[in-house]
């Protein structure tokens, strides 16, 4: 639902310093809007109640693709173009500097799995006619491309090149670092507690656990406490449990370097059976994640639970490298919990809070791949003071009791 005005509390109250723009979040969303609202010239606070990218981003798979979003043209194009903006990024500062691996993603699956076999063929097909790279990759390729990943006789693949792997918290913090260097001021430690509005419901500033800020425009980029941040600001609890977004817990895996280079080339994905997910991590070892393991740690997750599902995430990894069957021992991997904010359209959410000028939201899935295009045109939207047509379909306002 709108906010009301009388939703917004009203509170008098004396700001320490102005800034064109507060963000407030710490995650790569966040920290992304600063880097490019800053380069745009603004005056920008951002705001974390903890560190940087200790949220999600510290916990995310960090796949940037839009080889998996084939079925609503619309996000897939916003997909596509945060490809484009690491792209853009790595042009300007190369890929060790942002931290980026190249790799391409293979995408696997065995021709006996019919239902499978014909659902890729239907995406690949989708991206060929969307215009994102893409090639079907035969059993004998497959092999070469990968020569020491194990697969079935009947597997084949779809190459998707343009996927890259992030280093999340280190993109994030280079973000930053540029945020600071154009004269924006990071504030960690620091959370935001109440939203000054006038009365007729315009934004225009912050009350904060290290004093209070001026600014027009204030963006809420609070990943999974999205909802729990706009009750908490605004005074209205409603917003708690009626705001569209899901939390998704995920586990992630990440094996200590490997006394060998990680023996698999690509960011590996089987699909649908016995789903997968491996890449070769930057500190030398895996990065292994599974949906559906994904699924028997919503309940449980203490040390002792996440350990046995931990193990069975190498177990499935083992299928596909035998060779480090037992190689690796699970006391000495990172078991990241990981929660995914998730719009519950399982599209992105960003636009104007309706009904309170000057509040923005970003919330969203895939924020490894949107960073840098929500970031941009979140920038352009608050320079120019017109949101960009492509953010149209992402609007809050799509959900009933937003509109
Ligand atoms: C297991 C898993 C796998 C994933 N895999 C991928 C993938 O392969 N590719 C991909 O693109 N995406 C992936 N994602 C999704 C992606 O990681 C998230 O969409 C992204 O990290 C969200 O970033 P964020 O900045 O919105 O949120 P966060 O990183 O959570 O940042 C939000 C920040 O806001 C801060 N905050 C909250 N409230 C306040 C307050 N009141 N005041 C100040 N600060 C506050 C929090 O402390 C937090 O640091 C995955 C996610 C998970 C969990």
Redesign the pocket.
């Known amino acids: 639902m709108p906010i009301a005005p009388c939703a917004i509390r009203i509170t008098v109250f004396i700001c320490r310093m102005t800034y064109d723009t507060i963000i407030?979040?710490?995650?790569?969303?966040?920290?992304s809007t600063a880097f490019y609202l800053s380069r745009a010239g603004q005056k920008v606070l951002l705001?974390?109640?903890?560190?940087?990218?200790?949220?999600?981003?510290?916990?995310?798979?960090?796949?940037?693709?839009a080889s998996v979003k084939t079925t609503d043209r619309a996000y897939h194009n916003l997909?596509a173009a945060?490809v484009k903006g690491y792209n853009a990024l790595q042009s300007e500062f190369g890929n060790e500097t942002l931290g980026i691996n190249p790799t391409g993603a293979l995408e696997v699956v065995s021709k006996s799995d019919a239902d499978g076999y014909k659902a890729m063929q239907a995406q690949a097909r989708a991206l060929t006619t969307f215009g994102y790279a893409n090639r079907w990759i035969s059993n004998a390729e497959l092999r070469q491309l990968e020569p020491e990943m194990t697969f079935p006789d009947d597997a084949e693949a779809l190459l998707s090149p343009d996927d890259l792997l992030?280093n999340?918290p280190h993109f994030?913090r280079f973000m930053v670092d540029q945020m600071i260097a154009k004269g924006g001021t990071l504030l960690e430690n620091?959370?935001?507690?109440e939203l000054l509005a006038t009365d007729e419901g315009d934004v225009t500033g912050l009350i904060?656990t290290q004093g209070s800020f001026h600014a027009d425009n204030i963006i809420l980029?609070?990943?999974?406490?999205?909802a729990?941040?706009l009750a908490?600001?605004t005074g209205y609890d409603g917003f708690a449990t009626r705001f569209p977004l899901n939390k998704?817990?995920?586990?992630?895996l990440t094996t200590p370097p490997l006394p060998t280079t990680p023996p698999l080339r690509h960011m590996y994905y089987s699909a649908p059976k016995n789903e997968l997910?491996i890449l070769p991590e930057f500190n030398g070892g895996l990065k292994i994640?599974s949906d559906d393991i994904?699924g028997m740690i919503i309940d449980n997750q203490t040390p002792e639970h996440l350990r046995k599902t931990g193990q069975l995430l190498l177990e499935r990894a083992y299928t596909v490298l035998p060779q480090l069957t037992g190689t690796i021992n699970i006391d000495e991997c990172k078991l990241?919990?990981?929660?995914?904010?998730y719009p519950t359209d399982g599209k992105t959410i960003i636009g104007p809070m309706p009904d309170a000028k000057g509040l923005h939201i970003?919330?969203?899935?895939?924020?490894?791949?949107?960073?840098p295009v929500l970031g941009q045109l979140m920038a352009e939207a608050i320079t120019t003071g017109t949101y960009p047509e492509t953010l149209a379909p992402f609007a809050l306002t799509r959900f009933s009791g937003f509109a």
């Open positions: 407030i979040g710490g995650g790569i969303i966040g920290c705001l974390e109640q903890d560190k940087i990218a200790t949220g999600t981003t510290g916990n995310s798979f960090a796949w940037a693709n997909n945060g992030i999340a994030t620091c959370a935001a507690t904060t980029a609070t990943g999974q406490d999205t729990t941040t908490t600001l998704v817990p995920g586990l992630i997910h994640a994904d990241g919990i990981g929660v995914r904010p970003i919330a969203t899935h895939s924020g490894i791949t949107l960073a």
